[in-house]
């Protein structure tokens, strides 16, 4: 008959557990904030056993086969440890702590980073996009919940030194190309930025993500390590979150922003809880002009629409389609093997290579705040993310 252990999390940390092959595993969250337990979406042998809500017990995972498999928390960078599966284990297994890999209360400890930096040592990210470093676009990372992230916002910049452009631009040069590259950078006033009042990023570093098998491992570039300079020379959008519009008819709304030669798409983000994407158009539609590079086209894609259900109904989440949920806090084995943009089909999602896709350019009929129909052909995702958007740890006032 199979045994069942109980792994109890605490104080941000999970215990070692050791079973034999056919053991069934559960998860119980003693913690006061959630947790998940879940492998890398690499893994040979994948499981999400989490989201867990402070009380709530996971859905039990079973494991057959001998063998070492790590897991995390989602929420929690710092938080890991392994499930060992052997031969000779004790008869219902055994779990025990392993020192405290989460250093205790969330707000004070490694959380993760925005897009995966690690940790928030920088307080503010933008995804970055853009041929050259005498102009490129960025896209910042928000928190729902953190007022001082609480902005939607895009924004023109450039790099200030010969030697910064050059380094941006061997980059963007290679076979790298037009893929992710993040811009972290010293707190400041979201604000500022809309009024004029801060002109220059202050102690920015440049990070890409040269490996597709783990895209969120990021690597800084030569030359843009640290303290670099960089001009805000445009402000093409910027909004406050208003966590409760109910307006719209439900498609999914999207802002289009770029030059004649790289363009691109971000989801509008208002009402919680919603979802954050960038990606890069395959070319300029024919709707687009010069005359729109000095701010965004705002549209809405009819085949892709969101639904917001009630809280009464299911924990807080909204339902885009059969393949895709935004969420609070997600059913378990949602993310299988990753969460995607809906402009991209799950068919297309390269597991080997997430941050890749097989097929297209992805057209889709749109329709422009004015009324009139028009074409996009999406080609490239460079960000997304539903984590620190939704779930994003409140930081100390002094941080």
Known sequence: MSKTLILNIRNNAFPMATVRPGTYVVWRNLDPYPHSAETENSADFFFNAGPLLPGEVSPPVLFSVLGEFPYRCRYHASMSSMVHVKADAPPGGTAEDHGDPGHGDPGH?????????????????????????????????????DPRHSYQVILQGSLTT??????????????????????????????????????????????????????????AIPGLEENIPVNIDKVLHFHKFDVDDDSGDGSLRYLIYGDMDDVFIDHFMNKAPSFHSVAKLASAPAFWTAAHTNGVVQLSVPAKRILH??????????????????????????????????????????????????????????????GTGGQIDVARSLHFDTRLL???????DNA
Request: without cysteine; charged residues 15%.
């Open 109 to 145: 400890g490694d959380h993760g980073g925005h897009g995966g930096h690690g940790t928030f040592n920088h307080l503010h990210g933008f995804v970055t996009g853009g041929r050259t470093g005498r102009r490129f676009f960025m896209s910042h990372t928000p928190v729902l919940a």
């Open 162 to 219: 010969p030697q910064h452009v050059q380094a941006y631009e061997a980059i963007r040069n290679s076979s790298y190309g037009d893929r992710r590259v993040q811009i972290f950078h010293g707190h400041t006033s979201l604000p500022d930025i809309r009024d004029g009042n801060t002109k220059v990023l202050p102690q920015s570093s440049f990070t890409h993500y040269p490996d597709l098998a783990h895209p969120d491992d990021g690597v």
């Open 309 to 370: 259900l009630a809280p009464k109904l299911i924990q807080r989440i909204a339902f885009v389609d059969n393949s895709f949920h935004v969420f609070w806090l997600p059913p378990s084995g949602l993310y299988t093997p990753a969460p995607l943009d809906p402009l991209f089909p799950r068919k297309a999602f390269n597991r080997a290579q997430p941050s890749e896709f097989r097929g297209g350019p992805f057209r889709y009929e749109v329709v422009l705040a004015d």
């Open 390 to 396: 939704n779930h994003g740890v409140f930081l100390p």
